[in-house]
């Protein structure tokens, strides 16, 4: 298992996990805005709109279960 790790460059006013999700996502849209395929750890918890956001972007993804709490997700290039 490849170890990549995170860590709270300031820790959020929430504990909520919808919270920590949200904003997981909301940077993985950003980077998404490139032209460049993207690789990402992201939390498992969130598989059902990495395939949302796929579709949406029209990017093929592919995901590498990491544990019960990660995955490594690729998005290739846009078509």
Request: charged share 30%.
């Amino acid at each position: 298992m490849r170890e990549i790790g995170h860590s709270l460059a300031l820790a959020f006013d929430t504990p909520g996990a919808d919270f920590v999700r949200g904003v997981e996502l909301g940077r993985l849209w950003e980077r998404l805005k490139s032209d460049e395929p993207v690789v990402e750890q992201m939390h498992a918890s969130n598989a059902e709109m990495l395939l949302r956001i796929a579709d949406s972007t029209g990017r093929q993804l592919k995901t590498e279960t990491l544990d019960d709490t990660w995955l490594l997700v690729h998005f290739d290039a846009p078509v």
